[in-house]
């Protein structure tokens, strides 16, 4: 049932955390040998939920299998996705944690200027919680959003929230076949979520309009990095440039300018493809003259124009001009001057097209990739060369001492993965959660959100799915070599 741990292919020698990484067998780069999970029980209720390495902790909270009502009358929804953790109250933590709910209806929590949209179910929660996920206080941050996939923390202390979806009365309906005519305005933006209080409820409109997965800040430029996850179609990655820095004005204003990464003299290169080990690229960036487009429409009707015709707007922009095609780009991250971000099928043959694709676009397990803000060149560290290995891929975080934390999210085992600077791949932990209603395993559904506290004592995760549950996990993360 369990799964060894294995040797990066295809990694790259970079700076950072990962500098010296190169590709061999675990022992031929001093590994050690592989500390296999073993059951470990949920400090809530003695349940095993999680398999974790010897001397590993942990306790779930906010799980939705039961009805969960925070302080402020919010009945939690599930879909638990992206999160960040922040300094919170007397040496407590903060999380700011998404909710992926698609589909037009009521938004859930009590409503106010922080309602985006008040017949879309998404957003996020903020939780004040122990370091041993004892949740001490709880309230919705923002609402009336959709698909809140993942984001990223700004160092101001806040959150921003990306919706992973252009659904709105003028788009037609999307991959469930809804309707769309019950919403009140477009979406596909993202918010920014304080820690304490709640949201504005304003989208950043001017940071695009398409299928937002994750944000990172590089606190130098000031630039805001963006990834799309455009399931059926070719994705890109994109860079915000705020007109004012934020780390002057405390905030991501809305007077920029969104541009997409292409690859200097090799226009529209399939990234998604199969990459030769350490590939490195010269980058340059091209403007997206209309980031935020809106289309004809009559209240009440379904749009003319398509989900397909509209997810793919802002892309085909950036695609005219050469950027580069790349496969389903999910989380993100910045340590020390890079953007690390997944590819969650990439490695494969090159699609012959930009989409739609019904299965996804790219053919392989999953890639990892570091944008290089300084130099500005783009570089593959990491890329899977089977799903015993590494299996799509998902959101990523960083620990203090530069390992990067990858969660799964395929139909079969998923488990949390670190990727060292060594150049190992290695299990964190393996979800084991059983369905309290009907006893049945929930092996396939996704980790995400992963996030360590300040102090890097504990990482705190969720399971990703209609009944979502977060955990927090501690224990001696150094021996483990997270």
Request: charged residues 20%; contains cysteine; glycine residues 14%.
């Amino acid at each position: 049932m369990l799964r060894g741990s294995a040797a990066v292919a295809g990694a790259a020698a970079l700076g950072g955390p990962f500098q010296g990484l190169v590709a061999g067998p675990a022992n031929a780069l001093g590994a050690p040998a592989f500390r296999n999970l073993r059951a470990t029980p949920d400090l809530r209720d003695g349940a095993v939920r999680l398999y974790l390495p010897e001397g590993f902790s942990y306790r779930s909270f906010h799980d939705t299998e039961s009805p969960v009502v925070l302080d402020d009358g919010t009945k939690l929804p599930g879909r638990h996705d992206g999160m960040a953790a922040f300094e919170g109250p007397d040496g407590h933590v903060t999380l700011v944690r998404n909710h992926e709910v698609n589909n037009p209806g009521p938004a859930f929590g009590p409503l106010g200027d922080w309602t985006y949209d008040a017949m879309a179910a998404g957003g996020c929660t903020v939780v004040n919680v122990t370091h041993d996920g004892h949740v001490l206080s709880a309230w919705t941050g923002i609402n009336g959003t959709m698909m809140n996939c993942s984001g990223g923390p700004m160092p101001w202390g806040a959150w921003i929230t990306c919706e992973e979806t252009i659904n709105g009365p003028d788009v037609g309906p999307d991959f469930t076949g809804v309707p769309n005519t019950s919403l009140t305005k477009p979406h596909g933006y993202v918010f920014e979520v304080p820690t304490s209080g709640r949201a504005s409820g304003e989208p950043i409109t001017a940071a695009g309009r398409f299928a937002h997965e994750a944000v990172a800040l590089d606190p130098v430029d000031g630039y805001l990095y963006l990834t799309e996850d455009n399931f059926g179609f070719a994705s890109g990655f994109y860079r915000y440039q705020p007109k004012r820095h934020p780390l002057e004005t405390g905030h991501i204003d809305n007077d920029g300018t969104l541009q997409m990464l292409a690859v200097r003299g090799m226009p529209n290169v399939h990234l998604e493809a199969t990459q030769r080990q350490r590939v490195t690229y010269q980058v340059e960036w091209v403007d997206i003259e209309d980031p935020d487009p809106t289309f004809p429409y009559t209240p009440g009707e379904t749009a003319p124009t398509t989900n397909n015709e509209a997810i793919a707007y802002v892309g085909n922009q950036g695609r005219a001009q050469g950027a580069a095609n790349f496969s389903r780009l999910e989380g993100a991250i910045h340590d020390n001057g890079i953007i690390y971000f997944t590819s969650t099928q990439g490695g494969g043959p090159a699609e012959e097209s930009d989409g739609p694709i019904g299965n996804g676009y790219g053919n392989g397990f999953g890639q990892v990739w570091a944008y290089h803000c300084r130099s500005t060149t783009l570089e593959l560290i990491y890329q899977s060369p089977g799903r015993s290995v590494l299996d799509l891929p998902d959101n990523i975080t960083v620990s203090t001492r530069g390992t990067l934390v990858v969660c799964e999210d395929n139909d079969q085992d998923n488990y949390l993965r670190g990727l060292n600077r060594g150049g190992q791949l290695w299990d964190i932990a393996l979800n084991r959660v059983e369905s309290a209603r009907t006893g049945k395993p929930r092996y396939d559904d996704e980790f995400a959100g992963s996030t360590f506290s300040p102090d890097g004592r504990t990482l705190y995760v969720n399971i990703q799915a209609r009944d979502g549950l977060s955990f927090a996990i501690w224990g001696p993360w150094h021996q483990h070599g997270v």
